[in-house]
Structures are given as C-alpha cells and as structure tokens.
C-alpha cells in the first residue's frame, strides 16, 4: 500500500514564503492525480490544489490563487506546493493526498500522509 | 460553490447502538460519466482523515462492515450498525463532483 510523507512546514513571518514537499512510495506515482488539503487549528479539511499525474492541469481554490503554486517531480516520486505572500489565515496542517487515476476522480483522497504543520505569524 | 451540509454535528451514542449521520449538497453530485463523487472519511484525535467510504456506497479495503453509506443525488447518510469505542471521532462528507472540491462541517462522535 502507498504512503505519503510531507515536509518543510514551519514558522514564517506573514508576506512570507514556504515550500512544502510530499514523498510518495509504494504506488506509481505517475499515474495518480494528487492534492494538498489543509487543516486549519479545530476546523474541517480545506482542499487547496491538485495537479494531473502528468502535470499538465492544475487547480486551485479561490482561498489560494495567485500565492500557492502546485508542481510534481515524477522522476523524484515527489509532490510541492510553493507558498508565497503568506498570511496568518493559512496557518494549518498541510497533508497531501493521493487522487484517482483518472483526473475525473481527482478527489479520490484514498491515501494522505500525516501533514506538515505551516505557522504563519509574526 | 457546492456547500456540503452534515447533521447532526455532535451525535453522542451509547456502545452497541447504531448511528447515522446526514450529508447534504446545494447541488446534485451526478456526474456527467454517471458516477457520484461523494466520500466519507474518519478523523481519529491527532491522525490524518482516513477514506472509508467511496462514490457513495463502497466500502474501502480494511473498513469493518459495520460502515455503510447510501443515498443519491443531494442526499447522502454514513450509518454505523454497532458503535464500537475505536469509532470515536470526527467524520466528514468530501464532494469531489465539482471544483472547488468541499467538504462538510464535520460531525463529532462519541461515547455516551
């Protein structure tokens, strides 16, 4: 079975930038659309952004457009999401999450990895 | 967007006994392929959400079957037949139909 592993959360300072990484294994990782959800402190899952197994299409909630970038490193098994201009409301756990084979089914989230937590504050 | 809305948000229920918990969507979650992109997932305290149920009504590898969803359209329900003290958690209905995807409120169980 797959598992995922984030990385790179921290503190930074709002206006801020971070990148955040997810290490896949155990499954082709080529073959699956992927996506980042956060969590903020106490509240339900937020999905964020999610990117083709071929990374030609690429989504992104309206909460993120234009501050977040979403890419992939097949050759790495490797998920990012770059995070820039950065502002106390994104503080929350970042979990990737393993979609559908078939972009359709982008929110198949069978597999998450434990997350990563992002403080944004000064 | 599609607002995705459980009830109740904290159902607390007595070891043994069934519980239900409703998900509604403000649109119908019909694909054009024909299929409905509705999942449930578990929260455990401090664990990631966990896939239990997807596409209404399949029940994911390893989840007892004692969980089951139902439902179509706008209408969807996660039934728990015999509430067991590992089924302590939040569970959370997922649309995955429409962009942006959207989960719902949350509904919190625990142990009487």
């Known amino acids: 079975e797959g598992q995922l592993l984030e990385s790179g959360g921290g503190l930074v300072q709002p206006g801020g930038s971070l990148r955040l990484s997810c290490a896949a294994s155990?499954?082709?990782?080529?073959?699956?659309?992927m996506s980042w959800v956060r969590q903020a402190p106490g509240k339900g899952p937020e999905w964020v952004s999610a990117?083709?197994?071929?990374?030609?299409?690429?989504k992104y909630a309206d909460s993120v457009k234009g501050r977040f970038a979403i890419s992939r490193d097949n050759s790495r098994n490797t998920l990012y999401l770059q995070m820039s201009s950065l502002r106390a409301e994104d503080t929350a756990v970042y979990s990737c999450a393993r979609g559908g084979g078939d972009w359709h089914y982008v929110g198949a989230f069978d597999i998450w990895g434990q997350g990563t937590m992002v403080t944004v504050s000064s | 967007d599609v607002v995705v809305t459980q009830s109740p948000l904290s159902l607390p229920v007595t070891l043994g006994q069934p519980a239900s918990i409703s998900c509604r969507s403000s649109q119908s979650l019909v694909y054009i392929d024909g299929n409905t992109y509705l999942n449930w997932f578990q929260q455990r305290p401090g664990q990631s959400p966990r896939r239990l149920i997807y596409k209404v009504s399949n029940r994911d590898s390893g989840v007892p079957d004692r969980f089951s969803g139902s439902g179509s359209g706008t209408d969807f329900t996660l039934k728990i037949s015999r509430v067991e003290a590992e089924d302590v958690g939040v569970y959370y209905c997922m649309q995955a139909t429409y962009w942006p995807l959207t989960f719902g409120q949350g509904t919190k169980v625990e142990i009487k």
């Open positions: 155990g499954f082709t990782f080529s073959s699956y659309a």
């Open positions: 990117i083709s197994g071929g990374s030609g299409t690429t």
